[in-house]
RNA sequence: GGCGCCGUGGCCAAGUGGCUAAGGCGACGGAUUGCAAAUCCGUUAUCGGCGGUUCGAAUCCGCCCGGCGCCUCCA
């Protein structure tokens, strides 16, 4: 086994060029190699900032959050760009209908945004540009395309002309003359009507900015030329986004940049598949989904809340958790399409439970906190040297394997099974090695399971989970919740040291149909708490239930002993006629 | 109509020419446990259909069936 050596650049850059990535433009996987050697600049289009977000709008970010983290890990330095779109005609709708300055709705909305990555653990991004904050570098851009030939005004709108550019169309493989649109009602004053907008002429009471073309407001396509251009450079290495940003928004958008610059706008052009909300429900957000959810509303609409997780994203965290969230989406190689269902989310967050289980494993084997291991954060440092020990072998295996769907544009669905695979055999490790008893004294087994955690932990950690324990979504009433099963457990353990197993197994029972599981330990017992509906209230039920049972039997101890922990969770019981009641000061 | 994507075990999901078709959820059997839970071991698919190319295909080609996206705002 090898000390963790002191990663340096070299080191990790040799690994570093077996990255192949699938470009949407060429229509092919081909080795990353970066514009410039040892950088990667990734422009990630980010939202319209004018209603909250839904749990599509996370894809995305969730994914380039992981291929940042990995470039990082494998020696590059990363400069990562997501846009905020503030001002927008559906923004524009979104004030007039809500009373409110457009600027007030952009920033409620983008609020809403940044607390949705930060808890699906997004925060790898580095610069978050707004589209008002940009006005002088997109009117430089649309100035310098008039001045090129590529746009014209027209009386105060200003469009570029697609077919000055022989090359429009070929990212989302359309030709010129295939673009039958109606053109919107801007058609009258555009010269074909495949042309878009660079700028509109504001209308009355719109917002607007001061302009050589009068005053007005930029199209949606223009502000992210001028921004990965003022911030990342002509050529940049990634540009990336939903697969429905490709036509038009980054047609249009390689169409600009491409014209003024006469150089490629992005060596590799990367598109997360959409998220579907249902079998035939089309796209999250997309047009099937919003007709479905009229229908819904006009005949059941209570469970419009419910369904398809649209909207309500902050609910859904609730509910879920943010690395549940987060891991459900890895599951799936980034450019698949993601059937969303609550359940799904479930049933995957399932098997989390099997890496919170071994965490805690780590913990009583070794006494410090797996999210205290200090885990190599390149991939030259985590490499080890696993001799022919069995478990050390399969754990180099599997870091390989694992290494090696990430270098394949980004599988992060593959890469997944290598975590489960690592977990496995430190289970398998930690059973044979009889580590939580007479194994633990042996610095040589300790010492296999920890390089084991530790390669873990690297690997899990470029894909953004695990990085620190999960929040107990509790609140306060979870300390109270904690103390009554503690209380519990505790009567429980005295009845099965009693051989009272009658009652043991009546209290184990009663809590598991709570949503407590018990886990007897050699030493202790620990639980597991699924989060129900009442759950304080139906433990008590329990306590109180069997305090009655015990004085009637008149073991006193037992009753003693519920009334004192009771009382150090300021609860007090109040024995009625018609029973006990209980409650909390 | 134009341009695309997808169809792998009960469910989810890797695999895109050749070792025994990853992994997760679930189910079943076993070890372990006072009984459990957890953990470990084992069982659970020939890849939508048909035809073709090939020594060899889930993986390439054609047709068919089924599902979906973009072409209008959309991560």
New binding site residues.
Partial sequence: MSATAPSTAASAQSAATTISIYDTLTKQKRPFVPVTPGKVGIYL????VYKESHI??M??PVIFDCIKRYFTYSGYEVTWVVNI?DV???LIAESVRRGLPMADVAEEMTQDYLHNLAAFGVDQIDQMPRATETMDEIIEFIAALIEQGFAYESEGDVYFETGKDPQYGKL???TTD????EG?EAAQRKRSLGDFALWKAAKEGQPSWDSPWGSGRPG?HIECSAMSRARLGETFDIHG?????????HENEVAQSECRHGKPMANFWMH?G???AG??????????DREQQQVEQATVATKISRSGGAGGLADLVARQGGERLRFFLL???YR????FSEA?VE??G??L??FY?LFKRYERITGESYYDVDAPRFRGAGAFDPGDDDTLKSVAAHRQHFIE?MD?DF?T??A??DL??I??TL??Y??QADLEASGKDDPAKLAVFKQGARTLRELSGTLGLFIRPIQSAGGEDQETLEGVIGLLASIRQDA?AAKN?EL??AI?DQLQAAGV????RPDATEWEIQPTGNQLDALMQLVIKIRADARAAKDFAIADKIRDALQSQSITLEDRAGGTEWDKS
Avoid: Y
């Fill in positions: 289009c980010g939202p319209t599509g709008h894809v995305g779109t927008d005609d559906k989302s493989n359309r295939s673009l039958q649109g919107g949606w986004g939903g697969l429905d940003l490709l036509f038009p928004h997360n959409l998220m579907r079998a035939s429900a089309g796209k999250l957000g997309g047009r099937a599951r799936t190689q698949s399409t993601i059937v799904e049933q995957s399932a098997g439970e099997t289980r769907s394949d599988n669905g593959a997944v099974a489960f695979e977990a496995r289970n398998r930690a059973d099965r197993f043991g197994d184990r599981t018990l886990l007897d």
